[in-house]
């Protein structure tokens, strides 16, 4: 059996305090934690942080550098990231066996000789599948029975440059196909003109039409050109209501990268000084290797701990991800790599 509590040590051999526990989630939703309520606008908790980038890229290279995993212990976190991945098509030429052929992938990510190789306990499935409102449907019914959750992207995706009228109804078509979780983009102009009232406004507008759904802000942070533009329009997503702030929609020139995610990490921290409120956090676009899903697991626990390590509080949005975790599982039991395919995700 594989010790579900694996330690890290740094890249000179010694241990580091680096520990997970692949646990039996106790609500993919988070729904035994409070969630975040928002708050008033308030521009003093951003306006005058300022962000030093040679120090943030020193920050998360070094990290990386000096802490690994390997062996079982690797294994036990790569099953944890599997367990935060929403499965993710967003592909303008989806259809509804696609939708469905994804969602039979989320319910068994794993084969049965994975997962009687490596004597898990509990059952392995992804965090969610994410689909375009009109998938949720398929989705839902694919998915029923499952405990996995749909989450649709709305408002907009990618652009979200329609009017807000019409992201707002997208958003209540999403829900009323059966999306428990709505991932929202925000207006990339509310930012350059710092005009941050008008994108709380917004923001709080679709958390209020999203109910009892949980929402996922999208940043779009290669669009927003600096890091402290990051961390304010991070800052005024979560005084909004956001239950997840997440990096990109996977459709700009750069996605989710380890510098910009220190700095939403930061604003986390911060934020949850400020009112006691856990938000969570999700990298999307261009996460398909094993070794950045393990950086990325890495940082969350030397900056959040490992609360936000657990799906309630963190999330990949990524489809490749999970046949290359496949592939190194496989590799930890047989010694040997598969070929890609074998696997069902391209």
């Not at 951003?46 to 690797?74: D, I, M, P, W």
């Not at 990524?318 to 696997?343: K, M, P, T, V, W």
Request: proline residues 4%.
């Amino acid at each position: 059996m594989i010790d579900l509590i694996p330690p890290a040590r740094d890249a000179r051999g010694g241990h580091v305090s680096v520990a997970v526990k692949v646990p039996r989630e106790p609500s993919v939703l988070g729904h035994n934690r409070p969630r975040n309520a928002g708050v008033a606008l308030d521009t003093t908790w951003f306006e005058g942080v300022g962000v030093n980038a040679s120090a943030v890229e020193r920050r998360t290279s070094t990290l990386v550098a000096r802490r690994s995993v390997k062996k079982a212990y690797q294994a036990a976190w790569l099953v944890q990231a599997l367990k935060c991945i929403d499965l993710t098509t967003l592909a303008g030429d989806d259809t509804p066996e696609r939708v469905r052929r994804l969602c039979a992938k989320a319910r068994r990510p794993l084969s049965d000789e994975l997962v009687a190789g490596l004597a898990l306990e509990s059952e392995v499935k992804v965090a969610a599948v994410c689909v375009y409102p009109t998938m949720v449907a398929p989705a839902v019914a694919a998915l029923k029975g499952s405990g996995v959750p749909v989450a649709s992207v709305a408002t907009g995706f990618p652009a979200g440059l329609t009017p807000l009228k019409q992201r707002l109804a997208e958003i209540d078509y999403a829900i009323g196909e059966g999306a428990e979780e709505i991932d929202i983009v925000i207006s990339r102009a509310h930012v350059f003109a710092r005009d941050w009232r008008a994108l709380y406004d917004e923001v709080r507008a679709m958390r209020d039409a999203c109910g009892r759904a949980h929402l996922k802000a999208i940043l779009a942070t290669g669009d927003l050109r600096t890091l402290r533009n990051v961390y304010a329009a991070g800052m005024v997503a979560m005084q909004a209501g956001a239950d997840f702030i997440k990096t990109s929609t996977g459709k700009e020139d750069v996605n989710a990268t380890l510098p910009v995610s220190l700095v939403m990490l930061r604003a986390l921290r911060d934020y949850r000084e400020q009112t006691g409120f856990a938000v969570g956090f999700k990298p999307a676009g261009g996460v398909r290797a094993a070794k950045d899903a393990l950086n990325w697991l890495i940082l969350m626990r030397e900056e959040l701990g490992i609360a936000w390590m657990r799906n309630d509080l963190f999330r990949f949005g990524a489809s490749a991800l999970l046949n290359d975790i496949e592939r190194q599982l496989e590799h930890f039991l047989s010694g040997r790599y598969s070929a890609g395919h074998r696997h069902a995700m391209g």
